[in-house]
T-cell receptor, first 112, second 110 residues
Framework: RKEVEQDPGPFNVPEGATVAFNCTYS??????FFWYRQDCRKEPKLLMS???SGNEDGRFTAQLNRASQYISLLIRDSKLSDSATYLC?????????????FGPGTRLSVLP | DGGITQSPKYLFRKEGQNVTLSCEQN?????MYWYRQDPGQGLRLIYY???????QKGDIAEGYSVSREKKESFPLTVTSAQKNPTAFYLC?????????FGSGTRLTVV
């Protein structure tokens, strides 16, 4: 069973803070990585891809560390609306059909 | 608009009853998936399908069944053999690793 693990959280941070989450994966052959955002009682929605060179989208930065087999998500200047659970998704090269495995999620609460 | 539609949004099941959750997509995606999510937990894969008329068991397939007679449709049946079916069920389709999820069905046993 290929494992994808995340910081359990919850992360409670004040507005304006910078917060970072990690997601570790066990299969060194994994090549594709994504971050999803899930609001309470809603479906996950794609937040951003994670490229080898990193990826930045506004206040959000995703990084990949292949040597240590983890990806990270950095959120700068946190907003109340960033409160959600963040799921990482990692492809599983050994299982073509179920080719992505989701982490259990990290819950973020941004406090006023 | 292309998307993935799940119905119903809420479903109540009596003990010993089979129920079917609908999932339809018009994204022309080949791959479709069913996940179960319990409160405060991650997504657990129930079944997946890469092509029409083919599907594979995921990590928690016991007590569930699926069919894939059309590319657009991937219904999930929760059978009476599933002893603890109360959960949030999510259907997804994917292309090149990009997953699109339906809005989910919240199933409760009464």
């Amino acid at each position: 069973r290929k494992e994808v693990e995340q910081d359990p959280g919850p992360f409670n941070v004040p507005e304006g803070a910078t917060v970072a989450f990690n997601c570790t994966y066990s299969n060194s052959a994994s090549q594709s990585f994504f971050w999803y955002r899930q609001d309470c009682r809603k479906e996950p929605k794609l937040l951003m891809s994670v490229y080898s060179s990193g990826n930045e989208d506004g206040r959000f930065t995703a990084q990949l560390n292949r040597a240590s087999q983890y990806i990270s998500l950095l959120i700068r200047d946190s907003k109340l609306s960033d409160s959600a659970t963040y799921l990482c998704a990692v492809n599983d090269p050994d299982n073509y059909g179920q080719n992505f495995v989701f982490g259990p999620g990290t819950r973020l609460s941004v406090l006023p | 608009d292309g998307g993935i539609t799940q119905s119903p949004k809420y479903l109540f099941r009596k003990e010993g009853q089979n129920v079917t959750l609908s999932c339809e997509q018009n994204l022309n995606h080949d791959a479709m998936y069913w996940y179960r999510q319990d409160p405060g937990q991650g997504l657990r894969l129930i079944y997946y399908s890469q092509i029409v008329n083919d599907f594979q068991k995921g990590d928690i397939a016991e007590g569930y069944s699926v069919s894939r007679e059309k590319k657009e449709s991937f219904p999930l049946t929760v059978t009476s053999a599933q002893k603890n079916p109360t959960a949030f069920y999510l259907c997804a389709s994917s292309m090149a690793g990009y997953y699109t999820f339906g809005s989910g069905t919240r199933l409760t046993v009464v």
